[in-house]
């Protein structure tokens, strides 16, 4: 990878065209200077990310022998599993010098694995999970968490700012899903917190709007309060297609077992994934997250 820049890259390949990876492919090949090609088991995403000037694969085997990077964007670690390692078959289809970036929120051991097997063919790997919402992937704001040696950061990194406006390198390869896990297992706490002050504050005859208006301008103002709490807990609203309970239960079932395996105690999680499995007992499981607020009643 030495030497090796970005600018020299002629296509780039893309898998998972979901609620997020769509988007992202769409800026990928509308801001960026190389040749898009993509590969979805449905059709109507890739019709649509065809106006962009992307060209649909007829498969993964097809997509891996025509472009110089690999980018996957998928529900989490178990389909990634399976499409690198398992009967997806991906891996088999690497060339030398190719690379790999797993975009989607998977388990850091799996990340390891994956480069082992990426460098036995003679390939490059890193993981770049996403976080922010479904509105900044189509703007093109996404953080994005990268664990990569220094020289692929370097030389990936173009790639990247065509999808998400803050770019850290987090560490060796694993370290972007360590922090994206983090984040999201701190997030998911405090949207609980959320929603049980607000349905602590109107049962003590405080309306919600009124407290977290007044939190907004002490110690408990936070991104959650302003977007989770505002948006979704006050309203009352929990569309699907956003970021739903199942997908959120997935990630904290990372974190977890991050904790169970390095004998740390995680009882604010572990709260947190019991109001998971109640929500989706009661039904909501495909809804977005912060709906668990509803157990609360």
């Known amino acids: 990878m030495t030497g090796q820049r970005i600018g020299e890259l002629g ?3 893309f898998i998972g065209l979901g609620v997020m990876g769509e988007a992202m492919c769409r800026n990928l090949a509308m801001r960026g200077t190389w040749q898009v090609v993509a590969f979805d088991l449905q059709q109507p995403p890739l019709q649509r990310v065809a106006e962009a000037g992307v060209r649909a694969a007829q498969s993964v085997a097809a997509l891996a022998a025509e472009v110089d990077v690999i980018i996957t964007c998928l529900p989490g670690g178990e ?4 499409l690198v390692l398992g009967q997806g078959n991906l891996i088999s289809h690497v060339r030398e010098g190719q690379i790999l970036i797993d975009m989607s929120t998977s388990q850091p051991t799996l990340m390891r694995e994956i480069a082992t097997a990426m460098q036995a063919r003679g390939g490059h790997f890193a993981d770049a999970p996403i976080a922010r919402t479904r ?3 189509a703007d093109g704001t996404l953080a994005i968490m990268v664990g ?4 692929l950061f370097t030389t990936i990194r173009p790639v990247l700012a065509t999808m998400g406006s803050d770019i850290e390198h987090c560490g ?3 370290s972007g899903q360590v922090i994206k896990i983090m984040n999201n297992m701190v997030l998911f706490q405090t949207v609980l917190a959320l929603g049980q002050a607000v349905a602590i504050a109107e049962k003590a005859g405080v ?3 009124t407290l977290l208006n007044t939190m907004m301008k002490g110690s408990g103002d936070s991104f959650a309060l302003r ?3 505002v948006k979704a807990i006050l309203a009352d609203t929990y569309p699907e297609k956003s970021f739903s309970v199942r997908y959120a239960a997935k990630d904290l079932s990372y974190a977890l077992q991050m904790a169970e395996e390095f004998g740390v105690r995680a009882p604010g999680g572990e709260t947190v994934a019991r109001m998971f499995d109640e929500s989706i007992a009661n039904g909501d499981g495909d809804r977005y997250f912060p709906v668990m607020r509803r157990v609360l009643d």
């Open 148 to 151: 990569a040696p220094d020289n």
């Open 11 to 13: 296509s780039i390949g």
């Open 135 to 137: 509105q900044a992937a």
């Open 207 to 209: 309306k919600g709007e």
């Open 227 to 229: 977007n989770h709490g």
């Open 79 to 82: 389909q990634v599993r399976d």
């Open 172 to 174: 060796d390869v694993g």
